[in-house]
């Protein structure tokens, strides 16, 4: 595959999971790829604020990983206590990962394919499959959705 081939799949995986192109307001959301072993390719590309991101998603080494800043992620995020360590999603038996930092990614449960990161109030979701990202990823917007519309006050 050439570099424009994966060009256009990271732009599409952003586009279909962030909504939007890449913009001001979502300078820390992104894709990840593996194009080769121990190689990724990030989007938007030559992004400092995914630096981080890919480094940590190279040491979890999953196919493709998608850095998603939502409003639901951010208000699923806001209902949190400092101590706790999971989101809890009714439809779900175990709660999604909460881990501090980015710098935290590689040590994530790799099974449960995603972790929200508290510093930064994102959902990093991830796959060994690369179709199956973006259903993945509308999956847990739409878990968040009804989380949060349940939560509300």
């Known amino acids: 595959m050439d570099d424009d081939s994966y060009d256009a799949i990271l732009n599409n995986i952003f586009k279909q999971t962030q909504g939007h192109e890449p913009s001001e307001q979502n300078v820390g959301a992104g894709v990840c790829l593996r194009v080769e072993t121990g190689v990724f390719r990030v989007f ?3 992004n400092h604020h995914l630096e981080k991101f890919e480094a940590e998603v190279k040491k979890l080494n999953p196919l493709v990983a998608v850095k998603v800043r939502s409003a639901a992620v951010q208000a699923a995020l806001a209902s949190l ?5 999971a989101i809890k999603f009714p439809s779900i038996d175990t709660g999604i990962q ?3 930092t980015i710098t935290d990614l590689h040590c994530a449960d790799k099974e449960q394919c995603a972790a ?3 510093d930064e109030s994102v959902l990093v979701v991830w796959s060994g499959i690369l179709e199956s990202i973006i259903p993945t990823c509308r999956e847990f917007e739409q878990m968040l959705i009804k989380l949060v519309w349940r939560r509300r006050a």
């Open 44 to 46: 938007p590309s030559a």
């Open 81 to 85: 206590t400092e101590e706790d360590t």
């Open 98 to 100: 909460v881990l501090d």
């Open 116 to 118: 929200f990161i508290r």
